[in-house]
């Protein structure tokens, strides 16, 4: 199966847009974030316009509405990541907000003084800190599985690091800044074998390829709206129902209630004890409508295309003068980092934006990778299925046109 591009196109309005008095936007910032379909604005809008009742609780016509597009999110998820059952899906802010849950949460009831947490060289820094935080209050300690040059994991490393006192490792799916898919299924075999929980880090993974949660057998999953085409401020973290049952609450109120007393309160049934507070009732039904876009076209489809898409700004980006990539691992997906020997990144990314070109520059949130190169940053460019073979020509061109200053 293969994309329909033009009407691809016709769903993203917002990326036919000129700026810069005529320049046409050529958006290559989706690692970021991403552009959402008519559908999503649509049915957003639509729940905006129409009124909105708060979920679960009150007996009347717009609350059952929003009660149960919400809830179709959640058996929507379940389904698009192959979860066993509906309970596993907790809708969350992000991704950060699903690692720090299950930092805070596993962290409380599974980590001990001298217990050991590992994560990867080339984590964001939301699957870092998160972890620090735990270690500091838990009196563990934070491990790291090293990556060489390339970008790719030292995956056999893990024999040494895991020991007996490991608890969970986290690690990305795709790596933001390199742009690396790594063998996920292979580290969350090696830790079961030795009885570690794995979480991954699926918020550039999602939109890319097709994540089946039983197949890797991870234990949790975490991924972001919108870097998936659906709106900012909701996601989800898939868990294990036996971990989940397991775990304290993370936050309190709301939903996440049974009974209050004040000599102690009891919680609500999964998935509702995470899930604290009135949440983003139409950020999370708009996720729904972004990931049944997805499935529509099929993430199948989007890899092939997105991958040709990659190797051919990949080849073309090597052709200009001087430009160095980061990141060349033999599986990537995306996205791809990369310097120029005399422009400075920002040079690059604020002179291609004047040229109608959206790129990133930076850090990325994952210092770590920065500090392994020994670089203060890079430029990168991240690909979607709505971008075009035409736009990484303009891109080209504007890079050209613009290290040519230098
Ligand atoms: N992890 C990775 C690999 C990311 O790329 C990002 C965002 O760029 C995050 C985590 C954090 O996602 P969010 O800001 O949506 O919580």
Excluded at 11 to 27: R, T
Excluded at 115 to 141: F, K, Y
Excluded at 324 to 349: C, M, T, W
Aim: glycine content about 8%.
């Amino acid at each position: 199966m293969s994309i329909d591009i033009q009407k691809i196109r016709n769903d993203f309005p917002v990326l036919s847009q000129e700026i810069y008095n005529g320049k046409p936007l050529v958006y290559l910032d989706n690692a970021a974030t991403t552009q959402r379909p008519v559908q999503v604005e649509d049915l957003v809008a639509s729940y905006y316009n129409q009124g909105t009742g708060n979920i679960h609780r009150a007996s009347h016509y717009l609350a059952d509405k929003c009660t149960a597009a919400y809830e179709a999110t959640r058996d929507r998820i379940c389904e698009f990541l192959n979860a066993q059952k509906r309970e596993e899906i907790i809708l969350t802010k992000g991704t950060t907000d699903s690692v720090n849950l299950v930092a805070y949460s596993f962290g409380e009831r599974f980590v001990e003084a001298g217990d050991e947490v590992i994560v990867s060289e080339m984590e964001h820094h939301s699957n870092i800190v998160p972890w620090q935080l735990m270690c500091q209050r838990r009196g563990a300690t934070l491990k790291m599985l090293p990556m060489n040059d390339a970008g790719e994991l030292l995956v056999d490393q893990l024999d040494e690091l895991i020991t007996d006192k490991t608890k969970i490792i986290s690690v990305t799916y795709i790596s933001n800044v390199l742009g690396t898919v790594n063998p996920v299924k292979e580290i969350i075999a090696k830790a079961h074998a030795k009885n570690v929980a794995v979480m991954i880090d699926a918020a550039q993974a999602v939109q890319h390829l097709e994540v089946d949660v039983q197949d890797l057998d991870c234990d949790f999953l975490a991924f972001s709206g919108h870097k998936i085409y659906g709106p900012t401020g909701v996601g989800a973290l898939y868990g294990k129902e036996k971990w989940l049952n397991e775990m304290p609450p993370y936050q309190g109120g709301g939903e996440m209630i049974d009974y209050v007393k004040f000599d102690g309160s009891t919680f609500n049934v999964l998935p509702y004890k995470f899930e604290a507070g009135t949440p983003n009732i139409i950020g999370v039904i708009g996720l729904g409508e972004a990931i049944k876009y997805v499935q529509e076209i099929g993430l199948q489809a989007i890899y092939d295309y997105e991958l040709e898409l990659l190797k051919y700004t990949e080849e073309q980006l090597r052709k200009v003068e001087g430009i160095r990539i980061i990141g060349e691992a033999q599986n990537k997906a995306s996205v791809i980092s990369f310097l120029h020997d005399k422009a400075h990144p920002y040079d690059l990314g604020m002179l291609l934006d004047k040229l109608g070109i959206a790129i990133r520059t930076g850090r990325h949130c994952a210092d770590p990778i920065a500090d392994h190169y020994g670089i203060t940053g890079t430029a990168r460019a991240s690909v979607a299925f709505y971008n075009t073979f035409e736009e990484i020509d303009l891109f080209i061109k504007a890079m050209n046109r613009v290290v040519g200053m230098f």
